[in-house]
């Protein structure tokens, strides 16, 4: 069956329902979700969205802080959208009746986060994604030109003569759709459950930069993933995210012996970056031989049960008092800096297709993402894609300059057993992990590239609509993309560490890797 909405939109987090409220005044726009509307990273955001509106603060400041955070590969213009853009955008989910926290003046509450010089953070209790969410769906639903498609399986674009014209995708009942649209938009977030240890949710597999790169899109930086430094670590437990915000807040990390430890990794001690914090926390562990906790009891109980409510309901459940008890962390797989490689506007390299948050790849984030920018980027972008997406601004090269360092040699891989899921994870995390080498990035990426071209083998030959197969071959693809990129970048930077190579190397280095999609057809 064919559909004809104006505008698709993949994905019902921030960036997509933001792009959503701009284009439905214009024409009719589908947004398809693959769970239910309300599962995306977006929800899952606890600590805030950063934005400079203090009278301490500038978007100057805030720009100097993300620079700093990104480590040398930041696209400095697309930086500056982020920063000045973002405070009307703010500001207008203020007006739509956001419930950010206020302090006892009546004023928007500001809290402070990792590499921040000044306290910018706005924040709905410890469930801002949330709080976010409920009130851009909230105006989506009243939208009589939006249409959403739960439990969608999205399995490719539409390309006509170089441009996307569409998607195909399975609905919930199974049935077989084309959408064809003037312009397609990917915000399908990001690509957390590639690694074993993640703070994600089971959607974020990296569908929308396997998409694009199967249509033949340029994706970019995908060896830069940021490891959070604070999940909980109960064996049996999830790996639930405990906020940087609870660091912000006065929150210290402690080894085994309740010592205090960060100030002899970094002079920022427990508001260090955060891949400085993850790693410092496994090199704590591996040098007491014992665990690493986030303690909060020199505070006010009472205090941290309300300020951070759900982190408290969280621990209650494993039979921890937040307030009182130190809380075993430790690092996850969070945030991947890289993905489908766009301009200021969204706009990827094939005419079409666009992309905004997680997914995209602006160059905001570059070597390592600063606390609280990702639903801030999300929202700014997302808002600019759907001006992009109606035809305005005039089209314009990306790259914007930056250098790229481009991916060489055979894409394909020998056919073998394609790796389950679990194996996938796995072997990312501990080959494409935090601390990663020459010897096992080059098994990893053998693996991959072998177990990439069996699952494409199995993916023919399976039924068109088996939901499992085509995740899993997603799943593999993000996994290979990155592992590649990893092994191609000799340095160490940002949230990427080499054992092999663990300095900074700006003479070689300070450059963009990319890969152009493979043009897969199934």
């Given at each position: 069956?064919?559909?004809?909405?104006?505008?698709?939109?993949?994905?019902?987090?921030?960036?997509?329902?933001?792009?959503?409220?701009?284009?439905?005044?214009?024409?009719?726009?589908?947004?398809?979700?693959?769970?239910?509307?309300?599962?995306?990273?977006?929800?899952?955001?606890?600590?805030?969205?950063?934005?400079?509106?203090?009278?301490?603060?500038?978007?100057?400041?805030?720009?100097?802080?993300?620079?700093?955070?990104?480590?040398?590969?930041?696209?400095?213009?697309?930086?500056?959208?982020?920063?000045?853009?973002?405070?009307?955008?703010?500001?207008?989910?203020?007006?739509?009746?956001?419930?950010?926290?206020?302090?006892?003046?009546?004023?928007l509450a500001r809290g402070r986060e990792a590499a921040?010089?000044?306290?910018?953070?706005?924040?709905?209790?410890?469930?801002?994604?949330?709080?976010?969410?409920?009130?851009?769906?909230?105006?989506?639903?009243?939208?009589?030109?939006?249409?959403?498609?739960?439990?969608?399986?999205?399995?490719?674009?539409?390309?006509?003569?170089?441009?996307?014209?569409?998607?195909?995708?399975?609905?919930?009942?199974?049935?077989?759709?084309?959408?064809?649209?003037?312009?397609?938009l990917l915000a399908t977030g990001g690509a957390g459950?590639?690694?074993?240890?993640?703070?994600?949710?089971?959607?974020?597999?990296?569908?929308?930069?396997?998409?694009?790169f199967h249509a033949g899109a340029r994706v970019a930086?995908?060896?830069?993933?940021?490891?959070?430094?604070?999940?909980?670590?109960?064996?049996?437990?999830?790996?639930?995210?405990?906020?940087?915000?609870?660091?912000?807040?006065?929150?210290?990390?402690?080894?085994?012996?309740?010592?205090?430890?960060?100030?002899?990794?970094?002079?920022?001690?427990?508001?260090?970056?955060?891949?400085?914090?993850?790693?410092?926390?496994?090199?704590?562990?591996?040098?007491?031989?014992?665990?690493?906790?986030?303690?909060?009891?020199?505070?006010?109980?009472?205090?941290?049960?309300?300020?951070?409510?759900?982190?408290?309901?969280?621990?209650?459940?494993?039979?921890?008092?937040?307030?009182?008890?130190?809380?075993?962390?430790?690092?996850?797989?969070?945030?991947?800096?890289?993905?489908?490689?766009?301009?200021?506007?969204?706009?990827?390299?094939?005419?079409?297709?666009?992309?905004?948050?997680?997914?995209?790849?602006?160059?905001?984030?570059?070597?390592?993402?600063?606390?609280?920018?990702?639903?801030?980027?999300?929202?700014?972008?997302?808002?600019?894609?759907?001006?992009?997406?109606?035809?305005?601004?005039?089209?314009?090269?990306?790259?914007?300059?930056?250098?790229?360092?481009?991916?060489?040699?055979?894409?394909?891989?020998?056919?073998?057993?394609?790796?389950?899921?679990?194996?996938?994870?796995?072997?990312?995390?501990?080959?494409?992990?935090?601390?990663?080498?020459?010897?096992?990035?080059?098994?990893?990426?053998?693996?991959?590239?072998?177990?990439?071209?069996?699952?494409?083998?199995?993916?023919?030959?399976?039924?068109?609509?088996?939901?499992?197969?085509?995740?899993?071959?997603?799943?593999?693809?993000?996994?290979?993309?990155?592992?590649?990129?990893?092994?191609?970048?000799?340095?160490?930077?940002?949230?990427?560490?080499?054992?092999?190579?663990?300095?900074?190397?700006?003479?070689?280095?300070?450059?963009?890797?990319?890969?152009?999609?493979?043009?897969?057809?199934?």
């Amino acid at each position: 069956m064919y559909l004809s909405p104006d505008f698709v939109v993949i994905g019902s987090g921030i960036a997509g329902l933001r792009a959503a409220i701009a284009l439905a005044p214009v024409g009719r726009v589908l947004i398809l979700t693959k769970a239910e509307p309300t599962e995306s990273n977006t929800g899952y955001a606890q600590g805030g969205i950063a934005v400079a509106l203090g009278e301490d603060d500038s978007p100057e400041l805030h720009a100097s802080d993300t620079i700093k955070a990104g480590d040398g590969l930041c696209d400095e213009d697309a930086v500056r959208v982020l920063v000045d853009d973002g405070i009307k955008y703010v500001q207008e989910l203020v007006d739509w009746g956001t419930r950010f926290d206020r302090d006892e003046n009546g004023r928007l509450a500001r809290g402070r986060e990792a590499a921040h010089s000044v306290r910018r953070v706005l924040h709905a209790g410890d469930a801002t994604g949330r709080e976010i969410a409920r009130v851009l769906w909230n105006r989506v639903g009243t939208l009589k030109s939006v249409e959403t498609a739960n439990h969608a399986l999205v399995t490719g674009l539409l390309v006509e003569g170089g441009r996307v014209v569409g998607v195909r995708f399975y609905d919930q009942l199974g049935f077989p759709r084309d959408a064809h649209a003037r312009a397609t938009l990917l915000a399908t977030g990001g690509a957390g459950r590639v690694f074993r240890e993640t703070t994600n949710p089971p959607v974020a597999t990296g569908d929308g930069v396997a998409l694009a790169f199967h249509a033949g899109a340029r994706v970019a930086d995908l060896e830069f993933v940021q490891f959070h430094p604070t999940a909980l670590a109960v064996p049996g437990a999830p790996r639930f995210l405990i906020s940087e915000a609870l660091r912000g807040d006065g929150g210290r990390l402690v080894n085994g012996r309740g010592q205090p430890f960060m100030g002899r990794y970094h002079p920022d001690g427990d508001l260090a970056p955060r891949d400085v914090v993850a790693r410092s926390i496994v090199r704590e562990m591996d040098m007491t031989g014992g665990s690493v906790f986030l303690s909060m009891s020199h505070l006010e109980p009472d205090y941290v049960v309300q300020r951070f409510p759900t982190i408290a309901d969280m621990c209650r459940q494993v039979r921890l008092d937040l307030g009182r008890d130190p809380i075993p962390v430790g690092p996850a797989a969070h945030y991947v800096m890289g993905g489908v490689d766009t301009d200021l506007w969204g706009r990827t390299s094939i005419a079409g297709l666009l992309a905004a948050g997680e997914v995209a790849c602006t160059g905001v984030h570059g070597a390592n993402r600063l606390a609280s920018n990702s639903l801030l980027e999300g929202l700014v972008f997302g808002a600019r894609a759907a001006e992009a997406m109606q035809g305005s601004p005039a089209a314009a090269a990306i790259r914007l300059g930056r250098t790229p360092a481009g991916i060489a040699g055979d894409h394909r891989g020998a056919a073998s057993r394609p790796l389950t899921t679990p194996e996938v994870r796995d072997l990312m995390w501990k080959s494409v992990g935090l601390f990663r080498t020459r010897e096992g990035l080059q098994r990893a990426v053998a693996t991959l590239d072998a177990s990439y071209a069996s699952h494409r083998g199995a993916l023919e030959s399976a039924p068109a609509d088996d939901a499992d197969a085509w995740k899993q071959f997603n799943l593999v693809t993000v996994a290979r993309l990155i592992a590649r990129a990893a092994l191609r970048r000799e340095e160490s930077r940002g949230a990427h560490y080499r054992d092999d190579f663990p300095k900074r190397d700006d003479i070689h280095w300070k450059a963009h890797i990319t890969e152009d999609g493979d043009h897969t057809t199934l």
